[in-house]
């Protein structure tokens, strides 16, 4: 069963009413779908817990930084990904990714850079998609250049003022991973590939309502989520005080 969506603003000639048609694909296949669902739980988990699940946070900034340095190696060298098997690259990467993970959870100063590397990379991105719709971000050095300065700058904030930038990480990147989630599920997944065009300097496809609205769930859902911490779920707890015993408090 598919539902198809049609916008199509006044005077607009079909091919600009082609690129505004969604296919809502209601036949979803069974892993990507699960996949996808356990996601989406986990986003809202660190959108509104995430302080209170420090330790696991930490884990899994850096178990998703050693897990796509991995993949980014595959990709750069052709040689190791033809002559490794599917389950030896698969066994690399998730070793290399629980090592990176125990690390920046032993170890906080780490897992607080690392969050806050990823912290810039996702709101630069973010910017970067929507500054995409209108202007030209060429040569490529441009949005680079842009996403490594804001990288740099949330990274050394995160160590300055640890409560509140972890508090702000967890929720955008909750919100982020609900907001795929959720592309993913209407069966669009336009925005990822906003990204992947912006990097290879390819026009990106025009926004048209319905990925906008599903844009502003990243901005919505991460304010409150902040709000959310701050006032309840991380008030009166400190990562640095001895509250974080277990994964989650």
């Not at 690392?114 to 490529?140: D, N, Y």
């Amino acid at each position: 069963m598919a539902v198809t969506l049609v916008y199509e603003e006044p005077g607009a000639n079909l091919a600009e009413a082609d690129i505004c048609t969604l296919e809502i694909n209601m036949k979803y296949e069974v892993i990507p779908s699960v996949v996808c669902s356990v996601c989406l739980s986990f986003g809202l988990i660190y959108c509104f817990f995430g302080y209170r699940c420090f330790k696991m946070v930490m884990f899994f900034s850096g178990f998703m930084s050693g897990t796509a340095a991995v993949l980014l190696l595959y990709h750069k060298e052709p040689v190791l990904d033809v002559q490794l098997g599917t389950e030896t690259k698969a066994g690399i990467s998730l070793g290399v990714g629980v090592l990176c993970g125990l690390m920046t959870m032993l170890v906080s100063t780490m897992g607080l850079l690392l969050s806050g590397l990823q912290l810039g990379t996702l709101l630069s991105l973010a910017i970067l998609v929507v500054i995409g719709q209108f202007h030209s971000l060429t040569p490529v050095w441009v949005p680079l250049s842009f996403v490594l300065a804001a990288s740099i700058i949330t990274a050394v904030s995160s160590l300055q003022w640890q409560k509140l930038f972890s508090i702000f990480y967890t929720s955008v990147f909750g919100a982020t991973t609900v907001m795929l989630c959720v592309d993913y599920l209407v069966g669009t997944f336009v925005l990822p590939d906003q990204v992947y065009d912006m990097l290879c300097q390819v026009a990106p496809r025009p926004l048209c309502w319905f990925n906008w609205a599903i844009t502003g769930i990243c901005p919505t859902l991460s304010l409150l989520g902040v709000l959310v911490q701050w006032r309840f779920t991380a008030k009166g707890v400190s990562h640095t005080e001895g509250e974080f015993s277990s994964i989650c408090t």
